[in-house]
T-cell receptor, first 115, second 113 residues
Framework: DAGVIQSPRHEVTEMGQEVTLRCKPISGHNSLFWYRQTMMRGLELLIYFNNNVPIDDSGMPEDRFSAKMPNASFSTLKIQPSEPRDSAVYFC?????????????FGPGTRLTVL | DQQVKQNSPSLSVQEGRISILNCDYTNSMFDYFLWYKKYPAEGPTFLISISSIKDKNEDGRFTVFLNKSAKHLSLHIVPSQPGDSAVYFCAASASGGYQKVTFGTGTKLQVIP
């Protein structure tokens, strides 16, 4: 299994531009999470999907952020317009919901820099 | 409001000695705790976990201790090896719902050869 796949690995853009981050979860997993890592706040959950449906988006910082999961094998996180304070590493994680606890498997992350 | 706190951003330990990473939490509903390990340019990977019905869980060189009354847990690595150098995230979850995992800010461990 290739694990969780994220693209691009690095993104440098200018303030005001649209940014789209992509994620392919592990086949068979039905839960998908988007996280943002910063020095000050650590790993913050942005949004959680279960069976392609957004369940908890309370962590999405503002309307500039949106996420979609059109099918079980693909999700996107979009920032429009981007701002310098959005610079961070964005992780996608997937898990299979069942049993007492569902270990989350993380992708390698996308390092976003907004100039 | 940081519900899971790792107050030490970094820690340096000599190879062969014990590494102790600490974590505090504020939400009394948390009943499952995890440690994730992260190498540079990689995503976090699950390391070890503990349920609130236990106060200790051991896996090889890694042991997690839980003190529920103090809302404190710690990860012990004995003996520490240079390959253990990484960022360690403490995380917590509450039963019910979808088991949302709340992460701390991480502690960067450096094991010096």
């Amino acid at each position: 299994d290739a694990g969780v796949i994220q693209s691009p690995r690095h993104e440098v853009t200018e303030m005001g531009q649209e940014v789209t981050l992509r994620c392919k979860p592990i086949s068979g997993h039905n839960s998908l999470f988007w996280y943002r890592q910063t020095m000050m706040r650590g790993l913050e959950l942005l949004i959680y999907f279960n069976n392609n449906v957004p369940i908890d988006d309370s962590g999405m910082p503002e309307d500039r952020f949106s996420a979609k999961m059109p099918n079980a094998s693909f999700s996107t996180l979009k920032i429009q317009p981007s701002e310098p304070r959005d610079s961070a590493v964005y992780f996608c994680a997937s898990s299979f919901s069942g049993g007492k606890f569902n270990e989350q498997f993380f992708g390698p992350g996308t390092r976003l820099t907004v100039l | 409001d940081q519900q899971v706190k790792q107050n030490s951003p970094s820690l340096s330990v000599q190879e062969g000695r014990i590494s102790i990473l600490n974590c505090d939490y504020t939400n009394s509903m948390f009943d499952y705790f995890l440690w994730y390990k992260k190498y540079p340019a990689e995503g976090p990977t699950f390391l070890i976990s503990i349920s609130s019905i236990k106060d200790k869980n051991e896996d090889g060189r890694f042991t997690v201790f839980l003190n529920k009354s103090a809302k404190h847990l710690s990860l012990h690595i004995v003996p520490s090896q240079p390959g253990d150098s990484a960022v360690y995230f403490c995380a917590a979850s509450a039963s019910g719902g979808y088991q949302k995992v709340t992460f701390g800010t991480g502690t960067k461990l450096q094991v010096i050869p």
